[in-house]
């Protein structure tokens, strides 16, 4: 009797702590036992060099058409999380029906930028990416698994210690910016350990490690495979960032405190991040700010410190449509306090900006609020352009990967975007203009009959979802392509069609930076100790310089030299001290 019940004890232990590490993140559900791990059929692309010298031939061709001009002190990258194709398109119609106008022929406000491209999306093992894979090809330049963050396909999802081999770890744009003496930040209305964020500062093989009790859930330790809040307050480069801006309190707290707003923390270490983050500004002798409202962020302007950290929510920051919005900033608020902050810096700077509710709304078939967010979105690039120069300052927005929503039917110009279709379908009920693929929004047929959407009691409420023709706790991304859209210095160079992990190379061109400081050496540097874990010679080894994108100084461009596949065997700081002189006196700064 007593080894049964303890046998179901531990079955509930054992299914409580498999539901615990599949279903972190409600929008995103992961199974890792139906995971399939698949090598690329081109095994090059487990490399980081095939990617980087990809987008290297990719840039070099496009030079032949088109007229880079200027230099980026500057880069904001805005990231539109799940904003597809259609997506813009219905959004901008809301956005003027709004205005009471038919709206068709209304613009989101970087829809007037001067250039837009088309990215492809896939990943390494998948047709349909995530937003983790998605986050490493367009912060670091590399296309990966899904599910995994600033580390090469060499590090299938969830295997730590694979990803414990330095040679696998990725540098991201903000990380080069550092390098070249520039500042960089983050926002995002999502929690800043989330997807999109951490592919700016993370090396991870799950996406769900955001905390060291969801690494202890796979059956991990914490202490070889760091959760990605550790990464963001005691590595670099996010120990670095000059303003960290978004939600996700929880992940930084202790699960026996409660934070500001009443929620408790979720770390089983014991560790107070958000402490030992303003603990590490002490001891660096910086001016430091740790802010949880509204009310704090906007009086930071006024007396802006050199590190700002601010985490409105335990989770994601509110939807703006149910935000309350004395208490919460708007991401237009947040994308001006960033730019205020790191444009003390002369040398410049680099910012991720990220809208990522579009995508959750997605998830719930909660279709209106998916297009507000997009509007959000918009406003913030807005207020940038305002804040910035176009000819020292570029901006790029993008979007990480699709969703199922689409645009369809037959109605008339000025229709409500957020209705049915002027039509019905051949069964004679009524089908809405923005409908779903997948999703929660599936109703049962009901005698055989499709049910009349628009007879619901709740129809049209904010949070009544859409129709989807498959039923899905969660609706799916889309594998298509997603829009590209280029404003400042060099922004001809974001026309055309390529692959999404060449937007960072792309911004690293226009900002003079060099493209990658180092890229480490899978080839031959790597040698590893008796445990698996590269030694510290053996990691000065791999290190190997990659190639740097700059102009003479007569303006006239030159295509980037193509990265050299030397391992040096110098420490870090050498190499680096070389290259920003040479950048420095190559620039006459
Ligand atoms: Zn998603």
Redesign the pocket.
């Known amino acids: 009797m007593f080894s049964i019940s303890g046998c179901v004890v531990f079955s509930v232990i054992l299914l409580l702590s498999v539901q615990n590490s599949s279903g972190y993140d409600e929008?995103?559900k992961s199974q890792r036992n139906i995971y399939r791990h698949s090598m690329p059929q081109n095994r090059q692309e487990v490399t980081s060099t095939h990617w980087v010298n990809e987008a290297q031939s990719a840039i070099e061709a496009r030079l032949k058409y088109a007229q880079p001009r200027g230099r980026a002190r500057n880069v904001v990258m805005f990231l539109g999380d799940?904003m597809s194709v259609p997506t813009l398109a219905a959004a901008r119609t809301l956005l003027g029906q709004r205005e009471n106008r038919t709206g068709e022929e209304s613009n989101l406000f970087f829809e007037t930028f001067p250039t837009v491209g088309l990215a492809k999306t896939y990943c390494v093992d998948s047709q349909i990416p995530?937003?983790a894979c998605t986050a490493t090809a367009y912060l670091c330049g590399v296309k990966a698994n899904r599910g995994t963050l600033g580390v090469t396909a060499a590090v299938p999802r969830w295997d730590c210690p694979a990803s414990v081999d330095t040679s696998s770890h990725l540098e991201s744009i903000a990380a080069w910016a550092l390098a070249d003496g520039r500042d960089a930040g983050i926002v995002t209305t999502a929690r800043v350990t989330h997807a999109s964020p951490a592919g700016a500062y993370a090396n991870v093989a799950n996406r769900d490690w955001e905390n060291d009790a969801q690494v202890h859930a796979d059956q991990y330790d914490p202490e070889l495979c760091r959760d990605i809040a550790y990464q963001l307050v005691h590595t670099y480069p996010g120990n670095q960032f000059k303003v960290i801006l978004g939600g996700g309190r929880r992940e930084f707290l202790p699960n026996d405190v409660i934070d500001e707003e009443g929620s408790s923390g979720r770390r089983s270490d014991g560790r107070h991040l958000i402490e030992e983050w303003q603990m590490d500004k002490i001891m660096r002798n910086v001016s430091y700010q740790y802010v949880w409202n509204r009310e704090q962020l906007l009086s930071v302007n006024n007396d802006l410190p050199d590190y700002l950290l601010g985490l409105f929510e335990a989770s994601h920051l509110q939807y703006n449509m149910q935000a309350n919005n004395y208490t919460e900033p708007t991401l237009a608020e947040l994308t001006e306090t960033a730019i205020r902050s790191l444009s003390r810096n002369d040398k410049g700077f680099f910012l991720f900006v990220e809208g990522g509710r579009i995508?959750h709304a997605h998830?719930d078939n909660q279709v209106e609020l998916a297009l507000d967010e997009t509007i959000e979105l918009s406003r913030a690039v807005n207020r940038a352009a305002e804040l910035l120069a176009e000819d020292d300052s570029l901006i790029v927005v993008t979007s990480d990967h699709a969703h199922v929503m689409a645009f369809n039917g037959y109605t008339h110009r000025g229709g409500d975007i957020l209705g049915p279709s002027d039509t019905t379908g051949d069964d004679g009920v009524p089908y809405m203009t923005l409908s779903y693929t997948n999703g929660p929004g599936y109703r049962p047929y009901v005698n055989n009959q499709r049910v009349d959407i628009t007879r619901e009691e709740n129809y049209r409420d904010l949070e009544w979802r859409s129709h989807a023709e498959i039923p899905l706790e969660s609706e799916t991304?889309g594998g298509e392509d997603v829009a590209v859209f280029a404003w400042g210095p060099h922004n001809s160079m974001f026309s055309g069609m390529y692959e999404q992990n060449q937007i960072p190379h792309l911004m690293a061109y226009a900002a003079w930076l060099s493209l990658k400081d180092y890229i480490l050496c899978e080839r031959d540097g790597a040698k590893k100790n008796t445990n698996g874990v590269l030694s510290r010679a053996a990691r000065d080894v791999s290190i190997m310089r990659g190639a740097t994108y700059r102009t003479d100084s007569s303006q006239a461009h030159r295509a980037p030299r193509r990265a050299h596949v030397a391992c040096h065997a110098s420490l870090r700081a050498e190499p680096l001290a070389t290259l920003r002189h040479g950048h420095r006196a190559h620039l006459r700064l």
């Open positions: 929008y995103h799940g995530d937003s995508d998830h991304h």
